[in-house]
Protein backbone atom coordinates (compact mmCIF):
# COMPACT_ATOMS: atom_id res chain seq x y z
CA UNK A 1 0.00 0.00 0.00
CA UNK A 2 1.42 3.37 -0.70
CA UNK A 3 2.46 5.54 2.03
CA UNK A 4 0.68 8.72 2.63
CA UNK A 5 2.91 10.78 1.18
CA UNK A 6 3.34 8.98 -2.09
CA UNK A 7 -0.53 9.52 -2.50
CA UNK A 8 0.33 13.42 -2.11
CA UNK A 9 2.99 13.25 -4.68
CA UNK A 10 0.48 11.54 -6.97
CA UNK A 11 -2.33 13.80 -6.26
CA UNK A 12 -4.92 11.46 -4.59
CA UNK A 13 -4.83 13.29 -1.64
CA UNK A 14 -4.58 17.27 -1.56
CA UNK A 15 -1.59 19.36 0.00
CA UNK A 16 0.21 22.49 -0.44
CA UNK A 17 3.11 22.45 -2.64
CA UNK A 18 5.94 24.55 -2.58
CA UNK A 19 8.32 22.95 -4.55
CA UNK A 20 8.58 20.06 -7.05
CA UNK A 21 11.25 18.64 -9.82
CA UNK A 22 11.50 14.87 -11.24
CA UNK A 23 12.58 13.25 -8.44
CA UNK A 24 11.63 15.47 -4.91
CA UNK A 25 8.04 16.51 -3.92
CA UNK A 26 8.20 20.03 -0.92
CA UNK A 27 4.76 20.51 0.75
CA UNK A 28 3.10 22.40 3.97
CA UNK A 29 2.81 20.04 7.10
CA UNK A 30 -0.80 20.47 7.82
CA UNK A 31 0.29 19.62 11.64
CA UNK A 32 3.53 22.75 11.65
CA UNK A 33 5.16 23.93 14.18
CA UNK A 34 5.57 26.93 13.00
CA UNK A 35 4.23 29.17 10.18
CA UNK A 36 6.19 27.80 6.94
CA UNK A 37 7.13 24.52 8.51
CA UNK A 38 7.60 22.13 5.14
CA UNK A 39 8.33 18.50 4.22
CA UNK A 40 10.68 17.52 1.50
CA UNK A 41 10.42 13.94 0.33
CA UNK A 42 11.79 11.79 -2.66
CA UNK A 43 8.97 10.70 -5.02
CA UNK A 44 10.32 7.13 -5.22
CA UNK A 45 8.84 5.89 -1.63
CA UNK A 46 11.60 4.44 0.53
CA UNK A 47 11.12 3.86 4.45
CA UNK A 48 14.55 5.15 5.79
CA UNK A 49 16.43 7.84 4.49
CA UNK A 50 19.16 6.33 5.02
CA UNK A 51 18.17 3.42 2.74
CA UNK A 52 18.17 5.73 -0.39
CA UNK A 53 21.39 5.40 -2.45
CA UNK A 54 24.29 7.71 -1.97
CA UNK A 55 23.25 9.76 -5.00
CA UNK A 56 18.93 9.81 -3.88
CA UNK A 57 20.70 10.84 -0.53
CA UNK A 58 22.51 13.59 -1.89
CA UNK A 59 20.35 15.19 -4.30
CA UNK A 60 17.70 15.26 -1.64
CA UNK A 61 19.47 17.19 0.78
CA UNK A 62 20.14 19.71 -2.32
CA UNK A 63 16.64 19.60 -3.44
CA UNK A 64 16.09 20.32 0.35
CA UNK A 65 18.89 23.28 0.59
CA UNK A 66 16.67 25.16 -2.06
CA UNK A 67 12.94 24.94 -0.67
CA UNK A 68 15.04 25.74 2.74
CA UNK A 69 16.83 28.93 0.97
CA UNK A 70 13.15 29.68 0.36
CA UNK A 71 11.59 28.92 3.06
CA UNK A 72 13.87 31.35 4.62
CA UNK A 73 13.21 34.14 2.57
CA UNK A 74 9.33 33.90 2.86
CA UNK A 75 9.14 33.43 6.39
CA UNK A 76 10.46 35.92 9.47
CA UNK A 77 12.52 33.64 11.10
CA UNK A 78 16.25 33.66 12.53
CA UNK A 79 16.82 30.25 10.87
CA UNK A 80 15.16 27.01 9.17
CA UNK A 81 15.64 23.99 11.33
CA UNK A 82 16.13 20.85 10.14
CA UNK A 83 14.90 17.53 11.35
CA UNK A 84 15.07 13.58 10.06
CA UNK A 85 12.85 11.49 12.54
CA UNK A 86 11.34 9.00 10.19
CA UNK A 87 8.86 7.43 12.58
CA UNK A 88 5.53 8.90 11.90
CA UNK A 89 5.08 8.24 8.06
CA UNK A 90 7.19 4.81 6.82
CA UNK A 91 8.42 7.57 3.62
CA UNK A 92 12.05 8.99 3.54
CA UNK A 93 10.90 13.01 4.71
CA UNK A 94 12.59 15.77 6.00
CA UNK A 95 11.33 18.37 7.74
CA UNK A 96 12.20 22.30 6.99
CA UNK A 97 11.17 24.48 10.56
CA UNK A 98 11.26 28.40 10.50
CA UNK A 99 12.91 28.88 14.10
CA UNK A 100 13.63 31.87 16.10
CA UNK A 101 14.91 29.26 19.34
CA UNK A 102 15.78 26.73 19.74
CA UNK A 103 12.54 25.22 21.88
CA UNK A 104 10.85 26.02 18.43
CA UNK A 105 12.10 22.50 17.01
CA UNK A 106 10.18 20.74 20.18
CA UNK A 107 7.84 17.88 18.44
CA UNK A 108 5.91 17.66 21.58
CA UNK A 109 4.58 20.89 21.45
CA UNK A 110 1.12 22.20 20.40
CA UNK A 111 0.85 22.27 16.94
CA UNK A 112 -0.78 25.18 14.87
CA UNK A 113 -3.81 25.04 13.39
CA UNK A 114 -4.26 27.57 10.22
CA UNK A 115 -6.75 27.82 7.39
CA UNK A 116 -6.77 26.51 4.27
CA UNK A 117 -6.27 29.66 3.24
CA UNK A 118 -3.53 31.12 5.07
CA UNK A 119 -1.54 27.79 4.15
CA UNK A 120 -2.06 28.81 0.62
CA UNK A 121 -0.95 32.17 1.27
CA UNK A 122 2.62 30.82 3.12
CA UNK A 123 3.00 28.06 -0.20
CA UNK A 124 2.63 30.71 -2.82
CA UNK A 125 5.09 32.84 -0.74
CA UNK A 126 7.79 29.94 -0.28
CA UNK A 127 6.67 29.03 -4.21
CA UNK A 128 7.72 32.17 -5.03
CA UNK A 129 10.71 31.85 -3.45
CA UNK A 130 11.85 28.74 -4.89
CA UNK A 131 14.93 29.07 -7.21
Known sequence: MASIFSRIIAGEIPSYKVAEDEAHYAFLDINPLSEGHTLVVPKKEVDYIFDLSAEEYAALQLFARRVALA????????RVGVAVIGLEVPHAHIHLIPINKESDMDFRKEKLSLSPERMKEIAGAIAAKFE
Not at 71 to 76: H, L, Y
Open 71 to 78: VGEAMPCK
